[in-house]
């Protein structure tokens, strides 16, 4: 049974169609590496009939967004490193490998992987998780989630409604949970916690403020609303709250007015057109309050016509006797 890789805007983020939790257990075992150690990426690849995009593997050398907020990720899959003289704070790894990715670039930044004191994620899915457990291991950082997706990062991904059934990353212990309104610090890190469930049930963006050129810029590292191939959201939900913690983020998310916006993808965000590798820093390059709204009505178009879609589909299978 082949399984489709698929992104909203730019066919990049992942989209699992759903598979019976036991059939996907059964295939997980026959298909698990041996010895002790999984390749989770060589798993997931074998159990849906998938190649991961290039993208997700590829580096891309480390770029200054404004003022501390570095994209230490890869060429799709960010990781974003926010600095401080008492430490750093890391958002997001990327696929199994992404750890040497990010110390690498973090490295070409004269940084050092064990200054990394807080590890937090935007949503609990394997390509944005799945080096968490190591690179904690490595610098002994505390990982901090909310409380929707705790348990999903605890059982590598075991229990998540979507892609559940079966461990799609290494499980890794949360230290703490954080909740809408929260305020992370460390040094003089001031980092805003706002939960935006909906892609997860824990899904959540981060917001702080940067001093640039004795200018202000309110800055957001956001997660986007996507709705991933299989979920249901109107008819026979993913999970019971889904289209209300949908609501609830289109709201919040309209109400902030970031000058600076970036997100788990580089697609969603367009790094690409704003940024080309060794292009000099310059605070503006990534401003771009017209386009974080633009990408927010997008998103709640696609989820308007969703529910659309699947109500029809829902008349025409109760015409049809198919409910029967």
Known sequence: MRRQIKHAQNQLAIGWSLVPF????????????????????????????????????????????????????????SSFLITSEAGHILINTGL????????????????????IKILLVTQAHFDHTADLALIKKQTGARLLATQADKPFLEDGGLSDPLLGGFESFRPITVDGVIGDGDVITLGDISLRVIEHPGHTEGSVSYA???????????????????INE????????????????????????????????????????????????????????????????EAIQLHEVTFINKIYSELLGNIGDKCCGQDQ
């Open 22 to 77: 036991s059939i996907c257990s059964i295939i997980f075992c026959s298909a698990a590496v041996s010895g002790s150690e999984k390749n989770y990426t060589a798993v997931l690849e074998e159990t849906f009939g998938v190649s991961m995009p290039a993208e997700y593997s590829q580096n891309y050398p480390a770029t200054r967004i404004i003022g501390n907020l570095y994209d230490v990720g890869g060429y799709d899959l």
């Open 96 to 115: 199994e490998g992404s750890a040497a990715m990010i110390e690498s670039n973090l490295e070409s930044l004269g940084l050092q992987m064990t200054d």
């Open 230 to 293: 299989g979920v249901n959201i109107g008819v026979t939900p993913t999970y019971p709250t889904i289209a209300a913690d949908f609501a609830r983020t289109f709201k919040s998310q309209r109400a902030l007015k970031p000058d600076i916006w970036v997100s788990s993808h580089k697609s969603a965000y367009a790094f690409h057109k704003k940024h080309s590798p060794g292009q000099a820093y310059e605070p503006r390059t990534f401003y771009d309050p017209a386009g974080y709204i």
């Open 208 to 226: 702080m403020t940067s001093m640039e050129a004795n200018r202000s810029y309110d800055v957001l590292v956001v997660n986007m609303a996507y």
